[in-house]
């Protein structure tokens, strides 16, 4: 029987290297950063051997530059990190208030929203933040770095675009220029530790006069994986981003889910409930951007 | 008869003597017991809700290494007899059937087998590895489907008791009372409510799951260690279910975290101790949060009728009751006592009430803080608010109006002894979060919760150290701050300090029987067990002072924890402290101990009135409590952090179970939400501070006024919701919980008429 093993790889090459002959050799691997899906689902729903490589000790997966343009954010940096830097939340509010959302304050300490968004669960709450604030996954393997838009990172439930000599080293984020922010939400029946129902996030761009020129939604929980939805950002450009503009792109966020009914939720909710916490969390991204 | 007065001890707010232990972990809890040579047993369960059980097949299991025994219906004695003790009742022959099926499984998660293997992980992996060939049945899921005619049986040999001559029937029991002339008294009401109600299943939800750990000893007598709210009764069950005598079990209880009912009923010891018996080892089998949702608990899913009728003033001049409980696979749902306090609080001359003990194929019922009451009582109160809005009247009047008093015939049978629901009433009336005028878009509801408490059978044995200092054993595990009330009580009647005595909670073999720890009994009966015992104490003591003094034990007083002469014995002498007692009884007689042994009357009925305010998101459905009064008749408080901790917990529980928990399943019975990520209890953020009024009608029964607290908490916050809801959206959604799905469909339905 095939025992649990445990590889701690201190820089890309050599982690790129143990996945490769692991994949060479038909051994199944995991990436390891905070823990907090992977130590669960071990206990739980998969408890086959494999080897966990951990990428919290690779120079790359640590970096955090917020003064740059692209902001960059390794993927082993746990979100208690980034939940606590000033700049960052100032930069990206609604990022960060997805961030926060997950876990206890001492899970936070080893949570990353690398590992939230590898992980690829449908409900995963910053993968739509990231979405809406323009993520790109920085992806290292065996053929070299490559770069995917995190909403063509995500291919189905709990899948991706990673290879099996692959891992994503971290999201570089454009930096937010002049009357830009974002804002998310999601809905849980309780405040805290829980999964999210629906989830929306919304970053927007506005003019001197308030008029939106850009933006991005993202949904979450409420297909198999996060959205981006186009047609909700169109319903807001052009706008001053009122009741009216927000309704309808609500209205287009419902027609772009395609939720089940579940123990956490019936289809007409999640459809209803999504519009909401577009809207809302659109409200909240303008009224961000016209502080700035 | 008990009345207020000043006190040393009780009414003061110690810290509980276990309390460090176990918030720095180093308290023993159920699982904790290891033993050289363990091994660890783990249960094989049905993956059908009902299915016919052809055949079980070991063979493979038993052939991995590390494996040593496989059990399963065929290992355990058929046709055990007698009716189970304590709280929950039932059969044992039921019992022993619930916790290792037999011909048949009866729910998704009952158990078929089990096997001990060397580490759990491995007896894990055997389970895969024993065969279980079943013919699917289709099952009955609930509770109106099974009560129609021609509905699939649970067991084809379940007939309703009294009626077995009607054929077999899902429904095993009806309850009627009856008293007046309800058709008269609706005909004379100037106005009528009538409701629908339904309440879901509900865990009891204890942090701990169960555990055990059991061994036997060279003569065959088993050791069991394991987290209980009642060893005896755990001794006399498991001896029942393995057709032994309680003479070759002995039970220990660890620490136990939580019950709340669901603690009372055994499910792993008597497997434990037939592995231990196969195998020769000593056995551990700890139960995951999944197995606890899939076989234990939980309690009924109800469905409640309420009619009540009124004159313009508030009199009621009728009510009638009709409830079905879902029991589960066997006989048993908490209908009696739901049937019992649905119309508790008031002063009623025409009613009627019908209960229903329902079989479907879910888990076996099973007792959970003031059991049936919260469903039942969910209804009535819902109907009373809905009768005060249709005639104009403050709810708490109209309570007020029909209120029960002492001297009341109470609706199940007795003459009221002095009970405080119109204190409650009245306290509530002037509270100041009542008086307050609720916040623009918030909605406001109240009601009344009532339990019975238990007295039941209890012993005490007070021992006096050597120095002076005291050591209570009685045998009622402590899951609220049970040691902390017997100290109280025993410093305040000898005149101690709380800090010299020390109550421990003594094993089968060594203290005297006691019942579960259950019907809020404890503080009250086990409480009086420690006050006769510590009077044994203080009569020989003046005994012992009266032989030094050479005076008759009649002309000694004890008085502060002190003999002394009585006024106007003519002696000379120093007043004998406990402590100088103690110091010297080694020449004045021996050990001093002092026990009792009883089987308490007078529990004292205990009531409460809840309030709450609440904000409802009417675009996602989602209902947040912002503020709750929780007011309750507590007789008298020996330790009053412990009351309101009892005040807050059952608030928190019951407003859970309004919101968001019950049991998700799909068509085949299987439950989908086993776990506490998707049964969803209350986390602290979602809760505002409970506030909480001590109101104390001391119990006459009690030489302190004891009553119980533990239960009454639980009932009322769910009309409360209800209520509140209702009142914050202007239309009322009769069924539990309120989750956000439900109340933002009720919205949307209400929208649309």
Known sequence: MEAYAYARPTTLDEAVSLLAAHAKEGRRTQLLAGGTDVLVQMRSVDREPRTLVDVKHIADTNRLDISSDPVFIGSAIPSAILNENEELKSLFPGLIEAADLIGSTQIQGRATIGGNLCNSSPAGDTIPAIIAASGVCVIAGSGGTRRVACEDFLTGVGTNVLEADELLVGLEFPRPQGRTADGYLRFIPRTEMDIAVAGAGVALTLDDDGTCTAARVAIGAVAPTALLVPAAADALIGTKVDDEALSAAGAACTAASSPITDKRGTIEYRNKVVAVLCRRAGANARDRALAR | ?753
């Not at chain 2, 947040?624 to 059952?650: C, K, N, R, W």
Request: proline letters at 6%; hydrophobic letters at 40%.
């Open chain 2, 1 to 753: 008869m008990a009345e207020a007065r000043d006190y040393r001890a009780i009414g003061t707010r110690p810290v509980r003597p276990d309390g460090v232990d176990k918030v720095t972990g180093r308290a023993n809890f159920g699982a904790d017991m290891n033993l050289p040579n363990m091994i660890h047993g783990k249960v094989l369960r049905s993956p059908h809700a009902h299915a016919r059980i052809k055949s079980i097949d070991g063979s493979r299991a038993l052939e991995m290494p590390g494996v040593y025994a496989v059990i399963s219906g065929a290992d355990f004695p058929s046709g055990a007899e007698g009716e189970i003790s304590g709280e929950g009742g039932g059969t044992v022959s039921d019992l022993a059937m619930n916790i290792m099926a037999r011909d048949k499984a009866l729910y998704h998660g009952h158990a078929v087998a089990a096997v001990a293997a060397k580490t759990a992980f491995l007896a894990e992996t055997a389970l895969e590895l024993i065969d279980v060939e079943y013919e699917v049945l289709p099952p009955v899921l609930d509770v109106d489907v099974a009560m129609e005619p021609g509905a699939t049986l649970v067991d084809e040999n379940q007939h309703t008791r009294g009626n077995e001559s009607a054929g077999p029937s899902n429904i095993a029991a009806i309850t009627k009372f009856e008293r007046g002339d309800p058709e008269a008294g609706f005909a004379e009401a100037d106005v009528v409510v009538e409701g629908d109600y339904r309440v879901p299943t509900a865990h009891q939800g204890y942090i701990e799951p169960h555990a055990c750990t059991a061994t036997l000893d060279e003569q065959g007598r088993a050791t069991v260690w394991c987290c209980t709210q009642g060893h005896f009764d755990v001794r006399s069950m498991t001896a029942g279910v393995l057709g032994k005598s309680v003479g070759e079990i002995k039970v220990i209880p660890s620490e136990i975290g939580g019950g709340f009912g669901g603690k009372t009923v055994i499910y792993l010891e008597p497997l434990a101790v037939k592995l231990s018996e196969l195998t020769g080892r000593p056995v551990k089998m700890v139960m995951s949060r999944e197995e606890v949702f899939r076989a234990t608990g939980p309690t009924s899913a109800s469905h409640c009728k309420i009619k009540v009728g009124a004159k313009r003033d508030g009199t009621i001049t009728a009510a009638t009751a009709w409830m079905a409980y879902e029991a589960g696979a066997y006989p048993g749902a908490p209908v009696g006592p739901g049937c019992m306090s649905v119309f508790a609080p008031y002063d009623l001359e025409n009613f009627r009430i019908e209960g229903f003990d329902v079989l479907v194929n879910k888990p076996k019922a099973a007792a959970y803080r003031a059991p049936g009451a919260p469903q039942s009582m969910h209804a009535m109160e819902s109907a009373m608010d809905e009768l005060a809005r249709r005639i104009g009247m403050d709810p708490i009047d109209l309570r007020l109006k029909n209120c029960a008093d002492e001297g009341t015939q109470a609706p199940y049978g007795p003459v009221y002894p002095p009970i405080g629901i119109r204190k409650c009433l009245e306290a509530a009336k002037v509270h100041p979060n009542y008086t307050t005028p609720k916040a623009e878009g918030t909605g406001r509801g109240i009601a009344a919760g009532f339990w019975f408490n238990i007295g039941m059978q209890s012993s005490a044995e007070v021992r006096l150290s050597e120095d002076g200092t005291v050591t209570v054993m009685e045998g009622s595990p402590d899951i609220g701050g049970s040691r902390a009330s017997m100290c109280l009580m025993a410093a305040e009647t000898l005149g101690v300090p709380y800090d010299v005595v020390r109550a421990h909670i003594g094993d089968t073999e060594s203290t005297g029987f006691c019942n579960v720890t259950g019907g809020s009994r404890t503080t009250f009966a086990t409480g009086l067990a420690v006050v006769q015992a510590c009077e044994d104490i203080i009569a020989e003591c003046k005994k012992r002072a009266a032989a030094t003094w050479d005076i008759d034990a009649d002309q000694v007083d004890w008085t502060e924890g002190e003999a002394i002469p009585k006024p106007g014995v003519n002696i000379d002498v120093q007043p004998l402290s406990l402590a100088d007692i103690a110091g010297s009884m080694g020449r004045t007689g021996g050990p001093i101990l002092g026990r009792a042994s009883l089987n308490a009357q007078g529990a004292g009925a205990g009531f409460s009135v809840n309030f709450a305010d609440v904000n409802v998101d009417q675009e996602t459905g989602k209902v947040d409590i912002l503020s709750f009064t929780a007011i309750q008749d507590a007789g008298t408080a020996i330790h009053p952090s412990y009351v309101e901790g009892q005040m807050q917990g059952g608030a928190v529980q019951g407003l859970g179970w309004a919101l968001n928990e019950e049991y998700i399943y799909d068509d085949n019975g299987v439950m989908e939400n086993a776990g506490f990520l998707d049964y969803r209890v209350p986390v602290a953020s979602d809760m505002p501070m409970i506030d909480t009024q001590i109101i104390e009608v001391p119990n006459p029964s009690h030489p302190y006024g004891v009553r119980g607290v533990g239960e009454t908490p639980i009932v009322a916050p769910l009309a409360v919701t209800s209520n509140a809801v209702s009142d914050a959206l202007g239309f009322r959604i009769s069924d539990l919980p309120l989750s956000p799905p439900r109340v933002l469909a009720a919205i949307d339905a209400h929208e649309e008429d």
